[in-house]
């Protein structure tokens, strides 16, 4: 495979990922009362898996 078509197909399953991270079935698992440091448990969840998705697509287009 081509250096550009593997790249091209990293973020498409990056974007796969991040759509399956942030559907409903996933985010319901995490709408509970309980917090962490006192921040409720699905803002939690929303941050830390956008910012994974960030570092995620840097990597994957990092020459």
């Known amino acids: 495979m081509p250096k550009r078509s593997l790249q091209d197909a990293r973020l498409i399953a990056l974007f ?10 996933l985010l319901s698992l995490f709408s509970r009362s309980g917090t962490i440091f006192g921040i409720p448990l699905l803002y939690v969840y929303l941050y ?16």
Do not use: F, H, N, S
């Open 48 to 63: 830390g898996a956008w910012a994974t998705l960030i570092v995620l697509a840097g990597l994957a287009t990092r020459r």
């Open 16 to 25: 796969l990922l991040g759509c399956l991270a942030l559907t409903y079935p």
